[in-house]
């Protein structure tokens, strides 16, 4: 995402890289150490699926590791680190510590699914793209066009429409009736109405 929110805050975007080219540097290692890490080839066993997975299924891999997530996530460190380096000194170590914090979070979970992870990054994003604004002359902000504000429209609609597709070939959820255990019952809970109940694999 973080291309999407570059253009917004270009030209000051611009003259951090020239003076900021270590920091840059840092954060594509970073980039490219994470998606080293871990494998990143479309899974629906390992609920790697739907949204960006759907286009590496289709793209090459290396040793379990999506060429497509490989070019992209230093792409994304590099971004990042140089959005950092467009906030005061302040911004920039509360903005640096709550992006640590939050991937240690999530990283001490087994439920790293990508819904939990977009709604941070979009936002934290965006609240870099204004802490710089806020830096910046008014002169600046005032005299941006409407072509600088248009990336972030088109990734906006291409999520909303994602999700409408999304939830109109959704599956119904099964009943896999944990509910009817004495242990797992909650008094005067009924089952929402669209729930599909699901005989037990009496193979296991």
């Known amino acids: 995402f973080a291309?999407?929110?570059?253009?917004f805050v270009w030209g000051r975007l611009a003259r951090t890289v020239s003076g900021g080219?270590?920091?840059?540097?840092?954060?594509?290692?970073?980039?490219?150490?994470?998606?080293l890490a871990a494998p990143s080839t479309y899974s629906t066993d390992a609920g790697r699926y739907s949204g960006l997975w759907n286009i590496t299924r289709s793209l090459p891999a290396i040793a379990d590791r999506s060429v497509l997530i490989l070019v992209l996530s230093p792409?994304?460190?590099?971004?990042?680190?140089?959005?950092?380096g467009m906030l005061g000194r302040r911004d920039r170590w509360v903005m640096a510590a709550t992006l640590v914090g939050f991937i240690a979070a999530q990283s001490a979970s087994h439920e790293l699914w990508q819904r939990y992870t977009e709604p941070f990054v979009l936002l934290y994003l965006t609240m870099a793209c204004v802490l710089?604004?806020?830096?910046?002359?008014?002169?600046?902000?005032?005299?941006?066009?409407?072509?600088?504000?248009?990336?972030?429209?088109?990734?906006?609609?291409?999520?909303?429409?994602?999700t409408c597709v999304s939830?109109?070939?959704?599956?119904?959820?099964?009943?896999?009736?944990?509910?009817?255990?004495?242990?797992?019952?909650?008094?005067?809970?009924k089952m929402p109405p669209g729930v599909v109940g699901e005989a037990p694999d009496r193979g296991r």
Not at 3 to 7: M, Q, S
Not at 135 to 161: C, D, F, K, M, Y
Not at 168 to 176: C, N, T
Not at 177 to 185: Q, V
Request: glycine share 10%; proline share 6%; aromatic share 6%.
């Open 75 to 84: 792409v994304g460190g590099a971004l990042v680190m140089a959005m950092l």
């Open 167 to 189: 939830i109109s070939r959704a599956r119904p959820v099964k009943d896999l009736g944990l509910t009817s255990d004495p242990k797992y019952a909650v008094p005067g809970w």
């Open 3 to 7: 291309p999407w929110y570059a253009v």
């Open 132 to 162: 710089a604004a806020e830096s910046s002359r008014r002169s600046e902000i005032a005299g941006r066009s409407i072509a600088q504000h248009l990336p972030l429209t088109v990734l906006g609609l291409a999520l909303a429409a994602l």
């Open 21 to 35: 080219r270590v920091g840059m540097l840092i954060g594509a290692a970073l980039g490219l150490a994470f998606a």
